[in-house]
């Protein structure tokens, strides 16, 4: 605190030349006497760019600048507040509110007023270490309006704990109470404004905009406020940011300031952004909108903030609105029944009492002698407009009326007269909760009165309101709500476009062009991927694997299921072939049965027949398992049964044709060797080895890699999933074909070899034959699976085992049946010696 003192016993030295120019004001718009007085801070003329008071100690003299039309009004309606409470209100009975008003002239006259209204009546302030029982000049102060000078105020009063109710200053520092704990306000803090421009653009889709700003706190505070709010999110961009140069008192630019405003436009005429959001103060803006009336700037959509949304004196510039669509956000409009008749009436001073213009205080910021009549020529459009900013000093005034009503304990007749101090009056402030004209006044934990929010759009073309209400926003539900439609200052009256890049239709991801997140290049989703807006609009994403996709689409829908049926033209005919297979060899068993013993039977192998013929009867009969969708059980027969039906058959060819070279060849040459392999049924214990080895060739390529069925896309149509044995049943299949290639490679060999046999004995050409089919058959079926993945494999899988079967069963057995049934008489021991004899005799010939 001590260095706050210091500050203020600087400030205070010069008292002297303040007390003369701080007296109570003779002009009853600016004073009224009474129990307890009010001090009130208003821009009744604007002065952006004044510099006297930072080089001098002199108090400026406001008059010599422009008149600020709805700064005299907000002044009237706490004027007119006062008067209403003292009158006609049950709210303070037996006590009169006062007034001390000053113009502080948008920013060069905060101290003077400031300082004035903490002193005590013979205009001196003590320095104490205490300020808890002391009594300034006012209980409480409204205003300022703009942010910069509410700041400049509030450092002051808080040290007080003065009760400091402003009622336009919208900047999120005043929501701070450790730095500003006197500081309350009723309206919503910048940052509802600044949600309700950014849900207002993006309920019509406009994510490319401009933002220009003054160069002031107003400016940039809510500018950085609306570029945090977009940083939050990526559907608006900023196409640039500009400063607007600040004119002079009498709007004079110079020439430095009109090349940067030309600069300025220039670049507005120029860019595709059609949205701009201006913050800044209406005095700044009067240059700026003759400037884009002269560069022909139009289809402009014209955001406003507060400070000018609904500004009367720039809604009156000539030709203004062919600028564009003007949009601005302000505060709700209430109707204050009595204040239009209040604002435009002359004040009523005794003859004594009159102001003169010689007076001393000529300089007290407390004459306006020109508002009246101006305020006039703006009155249909201040009372068509509403009372909008109106209403909040309005509450203001009510607002410490009320903790007054509560401080005194004021009853319907009486209130207790006593000393009200800052502090205690500040606690009952923020306690109050009270309903005014239709709306609950109360202040929330950052001081501030939630009041609802309002989109308004200028017009021109109606008589009625200027200011035309077509959206509203709910600052407790942070929500926009549209209420009327817009009149745009387009062709066919259609919305305007201001997007750096047309919208991605369905099914289009964004990609994005250069640094800003809005401009982009729309990229068809492929087949096989979709676009989830609502996740990511930037990247399509990938179905799942049952799932697919056409291009463009937003969603997957489920692939076709894709397996052999039994209504197709491939499986009929390859089920004919399995029947024909099947009827054969159970012919084929039941005549080799019936014939066990005759030589033709016997010399085929005559039991091993058997153990071939009913691997391949079973091997038919279990065809079905090809057709139909796959599952685990069907799988395994695919891969474990068939194959295993085969190398059983397979391995019995080859050793019978290893019999027959050994039998006529061998036998003389290796007669012990021979004899062994008969006692021990060498051929039954190949068979048996070839078997397990199979068998546990198959186990583990089983127990290695899963077989349990899956899909996997067609190659030549995606979306048709092709339902199959797991990818490893094939190189399980290939592996397992490998031992059968080599088993019919040795029985080709041998088969050949024994060619030039008896003819009942000569079995070569038969086998020769049936491994020859096998052979290239499996070789075709393991090519054809390495280079395809369609649903054609499980057909030529299932050609392939079914014709390799029909090649033992009809090329190998099929002859013999054929000598058994019709020719009968060579089926005889003494046919078969006599050709064993002939055979015999041609070799020692």
């Known amino acids: 605190m001590g260095l706050w003192i210091r500050t203020l016993w600087h ?39 004044g510099t006297s008071h930072l080089t001098i100690l002199q108090v400026p003299s406001c008059e010599e600048y422009e008149m600020k039309v709805l700064g005299y009004n907000l002044m009237q309606a706490m004027r007119f507040a006062v008067e209403e409470i003292n009158n006609h209100s049950s709210l303070l ?48 102060v409204i205003g300022p309006d703009n942010s910069e000078s509410t700041i400049t105020v509030a450092n002051f009063l808080s040290l007080f704990l003065l009760p400091q109710i402003t009622y336009s200053a919208n900047s999120d520092q005043l929501r701070n109470k450790r730095l500003y704990p006197a500081m309350l306000r009723t309206m919503p803090s910048a940052t509802h404004h600044i949600e309700a421009m950014v849900q207002l653009m993006l309920h019509f889709h406009w994510n490319w905009i401009v933002v220009l700003m003054s160069n002031d706190d107003y400016g940039r505070d809510n500018s950085q406020l609306l570029r945090d709010r977009l940083a939050r999110t990526n559907d608006i961009c900023v196409a640039f940011q500009e400063v607007l140069p600040t004119p002079q008192a009498n709007q004079f630019l110079t020439a430095a300031e009109l090349k940067q405003l030309d600069s300025i436009l220039l670049k507005l005429k120029q860019s595709t952004a059609r949205v701009v959001v201006i913050f800044s103060p209406e005095l700044v803006l009067h240059n700026f909108f003759h400037g884009a009336l002269y ?81 006039k020529t703006f009155s249909s ?71 609802r929010l309002d989109v308004v759009q200028w017009q021109w073309l109606r008589k009625q309101n200027p200011f035309q209400s077509v959206a509203f926003y709910f600052p407790m539900q ?44 729309c ?59 099947f009827l054969s060899t159970l012919a084929i068993l ?11 039977v016997r010399s085929a192998g005559g039991p091993m027949c058997i153990l071939m013929l009913v691997p391949l009867l079973l091997a038919f009969g279990m065809m079905p398992v090809y057709v139909g969708q796959p599952t685990v059980p069907t799988c395994i027969c695919r891969q474990a049964f068939f194959t295993l039906c085969y190398s059983v058959c397979i391995s019995c060819i080859t050793v019978r044709s290893f019999q027959i070279v050994c039998v006529f060849k061998m036998a003389s040459h290796l007669p012990r060797a021979y004899s062994f392999w008969v006692r021990y049924h060498g051929p039954y214990v190949f068979v048996v080895v070839i078997t397990a080895l199979k068998g546990v060739i198959i186990a583990s390529n089983m127990l290695t890699t899963p077989i349990n069925p899956m899909g996997h896309p067609d190659p030549e149509d995606p979306s048709v999933m092709i339902l199959s044995c797991h990818p490893n049943y094939r190189n399980g299949l290939l592996f397992n074909t490998s031992m059968d290639l080599f088993l019919s490679m040795v029985g080709f060999i041998f088969a050949y070899l024994g060619k030039e046999l008896p003819t009942n004995y ?58 058994i049934l019709f020719y009968p008489e060579r089926n005889t021991v003494a046919y078969f010696n006599s050709v064993i004899q002939g055979y015999t005799m041609r070799k020692s010939l």
């Open 93 to 140: 009975p037996g006590v009169q509110l006062g007034y001390e008003i000053v113009d502080i002239c948008y920013q060069t006259n905060n101290v003077q007023p400031v300082l004035y209204f903490l002193t005590q009546p013979d205009y001196f302030l003590p320095i104490s270490k205490d300020y808890s029982y002391y009594i300034p000049r006012v209980v409480a």
């Open 762 to 819: 000569n079995e070569a050409k038969f086998i020769t034959l049936s491994m020859t089919f096998s052979f290239t058959s499996s070789v075709s079926l393991c090519t054809f699976m390495s280079v395809y993945n369609g649903v054609l494999v499980t057909i030529m899988d299932l050609l392939v085992t079914v014709l390799n079967f029909l090649a033992i069963s009809l090329g190998y057995f099929g002859p013999k049946c054929y000598m």
């Open 295 to 375: 560069w022909n700037v139009t289809d402009t959509v014209w955001i406003a903030s507060e400070s000018w949304s609904i500004d009367p004196v720039l809604h009156n510039l000539p030709g203004l609105q062919s600028t564009g669509t003007f949009l601005g956000i302000t505060i709700q409009a209430v109707t204050i029944p009595g204040f239009s008749e209040f604002r435009l009436r002359p004040t009523e001073a005794t003859p004594e009492r009159q102001p003169t213009k010689n007076s001393s205080r000529a300089t007290c910021n407390q004459e306006c002698d020109a508002c009246l009549n101006v305020t």
């Open 590 to 600: 039941v005549i080799f049965w019936r014939n066990f013993q005759t030589p033709m």
């Open 523 to 581: 990229i068809d989703c492929q087949p096989g991927t979709f676009l989830n807006q609502t996740a990511d609009e930037y990247q399509c994403k990938s179905c799942p694997m049952s799932m697919w996709s056409n291009p463009r689409d937003t969603s997957c829908f489920r692939r076709k299921l894709a397996f052999l049926q039994w209504h197709e033209v491939p499986t009929i005919m390859v089920a004919m072939l399995a029947v024909l297979g």
């Open 381 to 451: 459009i201040l009372t068509l407009s509403g009372e909008r900013v109106v209403y909040c000093v309005y509450s203001a005034v009510y607002a410490v009326a009320h903790a007054l009503h509560n401080l005194l304990h004021c009853g319907r007749h009486h209130c207790t007269k006593k000393t009200v101090y800052p502090w205690q009056l500040l606690k009952e402030i923020r306690k109050v909760n009270f309903p005014l004209l239709s709306n609950q006044i109360f202040f929330d934990e950052q001081g501030d009165v939630p009041m």
């Open 478 to 521: 942070q929500a926009l709500r549209m209420v009327g439609n817009i009149s745009w200052h387009t062709e066919d009256n259609t919305v305007p476009r201001s997007m750096c890049s047309k919208s991605c239709q369905q099914g289009q991801s964004k990609k994005s062009v250069g640094i800003h997140p809005c401009c982009f290049e």
């Open 11 to 49: 400030l205070f030295f010069p008292m002297q030349l303040l007390t003369g120019l701080a007296e109570p004001a003779e002009n009853l718009d600016f004073f009224l006497p009474g129990d307890y007085l009010l001090g009130g801070l208003f821009t009744l003329h604007a002065n952006a760019k």
